[in-house]
């Protein structure tokens, strides 16, 4: 297995754990997990779940984290860029649900991720919450 590929799978081994941990928390915050990795199948984004709130409403919820590497969740540029892709082109539907992304991490502040961040959370996503190491949620 070359470096690259052993650090895919790593990362692939990461995200999973990531989010099974928002699974969890989910379910134990009265969540019903209604699909996994569900696509939309007008614009095919992938949306890892699909969740009922203790409410009664339906949500679209995107994991974006691990805890094991060095920069992770919405503080690696590239991540928060498809983020904001995916929430931008989700936004555009006429079946458009309440939509959350849960994240390890959050851009450092000041930088270029925080402003993009900041530019787009009110248009682009409903919610958007940090589950750190110790499965605490802010």
Request: glycine fraction near 8%; proline fraction near 2%; include cysteine.
């Amino acid at each position: 297995m070359t470096d690259l590929s052993s650090r895919q799978a790593a990362s692939s081994r990461q995200g999973a754990g990531f989010e099974q941990a928002v699974e969890t928390l989910l379910k134990i915050d009265g969540w019903t997990i209604d699909a996994h990795r569900w696509r939309h199948p007008e614009v095919d984004v992938e949306i890892d779940f699909v969740a009922t709130d203790p409410t009664g409403e339906q949500w679209w919820i995107e994991c974006k984290g691990s805890w094991e590497a060095k920069s992770n969740g919405l503080e690696r540029t590239d991540t928060l860029k498809k983020a904001i892709g995916s929430a931008a082109i989700l936004r555009l539907l006429d079946d458009r649900k309440r939509y959350m992304v849960i994240t390890s991490h959050m851009p450092r502040l000041g930088s270029s991720g925080d402003r993009w961040l900041q530019l787009s959370i009110e248009t682009y996503f409903d919610a958007v919450r940090v589950v750190n190491i110790g499965g605490a949620t802010t």
